[in-house]
Nanobody, 127 residues
Framework: QVQVVESGGGLVQAGGSLRLSCVIS????????TAWFRQGTGNEREFVAA????????VYADSVRGRFTTSRGDVKDTVYLQMNSLKPEDTAVYYC????????????????????WGQGTQVTVSS
């Protein structure tokens, strides 16, 4: 099965920045959409951002649009989430997820669309 590993989380002051990385292995770097979700304590998992395989199109939740940017690396099957102007309400465990081949390159907001998930990385934003 495909492996998905997130990294880059940590503690940051409000207004600061973090960059999360998502490394996907176990398959050939190919045309799969990848998404970011987050889940705060006691909350449902919510969509954050998604990107098509070639980076030609991105999708963002309204709550992060203009502050967060997702992008793809050029060499490895790696996706980044650059988070700027962080707010305390951004505090959550952030998950990276990617498609199965049946739904290739559809940057969906629906978590059920994604077959492979990482374990999550904690982002904590202090006031």
């Amino acid at each position: 099965q495909v492996q998905v590993v997130e990294s880059g989380g940590g503690l940051v002051q409000a207004g600061g920045s973090l960059r999360l990385s998502c490394v996907i292995s176990g398959r050939t770097f190919s045309s799969y959409a990848t998404a970011w979700f987050r889940q705060g304590t006691g909350n449902e998992r919510e969509f954050v951002a998604a990107i098509k395989w070639n980076g030609a199109a991105t999708v963002y939740a309204d709550s992060v649009r203009g502050r967060f940017t997702t992008s793809r690396g050029d060499v490895k099957d790696t996706v980044y989430l650059q988070m700027n102007s962080l707010k305390p309400e951004d505090t959550a465990v952030y998950y990276c997820a990617t498609e199965s081949s049946l739904y290739r390159n559809n940057p969906s907001r629906d978590p059920d669309h994604y077959a492979y998930w990482g374990q999550g990385t904690q982002v904590t934003v202090s006031s």
